[in-house]
């Protein structure tokens, strides 16, 4: 099966910097990636998704960019703002997806 | 549309007793997923349904553990006897080629 590997576990930024979480998959067959951004006490909701014919998509603050060759995909949050502080988890997969462990993102005001 | 909506929100039990959790998905999905989230081990799938037939339920921890979609609407999960170690939070999600809708989650105490 597929193995979603998701770092860093916690990361910490001042307001306004950048924010990068990566991860890695397993199955070469994955055509479908996925961001979720957690809050507390709420289910995960998706913020941004990815499909394998494409390197790179962007919507404002947020892109994702993917390299099906070394396997590994990269959240990429600009500008960042105390209402983006969440944990964000990765997928990967086809019709279903396996989750990296999530990244506690905390920015700092 | 009112997303995928989860009851109860929260369910505390003693050991031993049947639980149910119920999810009715968004309507037009053609999938649907029930995960578990603890801390220890993140989200795990649990069992999902395409078109209300079970395709995958490799996730179910053990026998204790049914589910069920008798039709595009609806879904239960069910433990039964339930267990401490059956505490955590469960989500439902619904999908149509793409990414899931989550529920906002049921919140299981067994103690």
């Known amino acids: 099966g597929e193995n979603v590997e998701q770092h860093p576990s916690t990361l910490s930024v001042q307001e306004g910097d950048s924010a990068v979480i990566k991860c890695t998959y397993s199955?070469?067959?994955?055509?479908?990636f996925p961001w979720y951004k957690q809050e507390l006490g709420k289910g995960p909701q998706l913020i941004i998704d990815i499909r394998s014919n494409v390197g790179e998509k962007k919507d404002q603050r947020i892109a994702v960019t993917l390299n099906k060759t070394a396997k590994h995909f990269s959240l990429h949050i600009t500008e960042t703002q105390p209402e983006d502080s969440a944990v964000y988890f990765c997928?990967?997969?086809?019709?279903?997806?396996?989750f990296g462990t999530g990244t506690s993102l905390t920015v700092i005001p | 549309d009112a997303g995928v909506i989860q009851s109860p929100r929260h369910e505390v039990t003693e050991m031993g007793q049947e639980v149910t959790l119920r999810c009715k998905p968004i309507?037009?999905?053609?999938?649907l997923f029930w995960y578990r989230q603890t801390m220890m081990r993140g989200l795990e799938l649990l069992i999902y349904f395409n078109n209300n037939v079970p395709i995958d339920d490799s996730g179910m921890p053990e026998d204790r553990f049914s589910a069920k979609m008798p039709n595009a609407s609806f879904s239960t999960l069910k433990i039964q006897p339930s267990e401490p170690r059956d505490s955590a939070v469960y989500f439902c999600?619904?999908?149509?080629?793409?990414?899931?809708?989550f529920g906002s989650g049921t919140r299981l105490t067994v103690v």
């Open positions: 199955d070469s067959a994955s055509n479908y």
């Open positions: 999600a619904s999908s149509y080629r793409g990414g899931y809708t």
């Open positions: 309507s037009g999905h053609d999938y």
């Open positions: 997928a990967a997969g086809g019709n279903q997806f396996y």
